[in-house]
């Protein structure tokens, strides 16, 4: 399995950005997937996740209210959709996915071993 991540840029404060994380290999169909973030210097982090096996959806505090994840119907690419972008979201996103169908959904970076390349967005003031 490969995620590849696209969709970043550098955008002004308060528009919009869709990242795309598209999987080669599996579908997301009864999976995870999960966007985290790095920005310099911090750890990564984790923004926004589905756990499409099991129904469940959550954000980041940080996010909620901005951004949405959501899925093709074939659920082979995954969609970071990110609305009044601040530029506090600068940083380098990464989409991650497990292999375990069915599994909950995890905050931690160290449940998820395929990870896409990451895509850069600077939002500037």
């Known amino acids: 399995v490969q995620l590849q991540a696209s969709g970043g840029g550098l955008i002004q404060a308060g528009g919009s950005l869709r990242l795309s994380c598209a999987a080669s290999?599996?579908?997301?169909?009864?999976?995870?997937a999960t966007w985290f973030r790095q920005a310099p210097g911090q750890e990564r982090e984790f923004v926004a996740g589905?756990?499409?096996?099991?129904?469940?959806?959550d954000y980041a505090d940080s996010v909620k209210g901005r951004f949405t994840i959501s899925g093709d119907s074939y659920r082979n690419t995954v969609y970071l959709q990110m609305n009044n972008l601040k530029p506090e979201d600068t940083a380098v996103y990464y989409c991650?996915?497990?292999?375990?169908?069915?599994?909950?959904?995890?905050?931690?970076?160290?449940?998820?071993?395929?990870w896409g390349q990451g895509t850069q967005v600077t939002v500037s003031s």
């Open positions: 290999g599996r579908t997301f169909s009864t999976y995870l």
């Open positions: 589905r756990s499409w096996g099991l129904g469940i959806t």
């Open positions: 991650a996915t497990n292999r375990s169908p069915y599994s909950g959904l995890y905050y931690d970076r160290n449940n998820y071993d395929i």
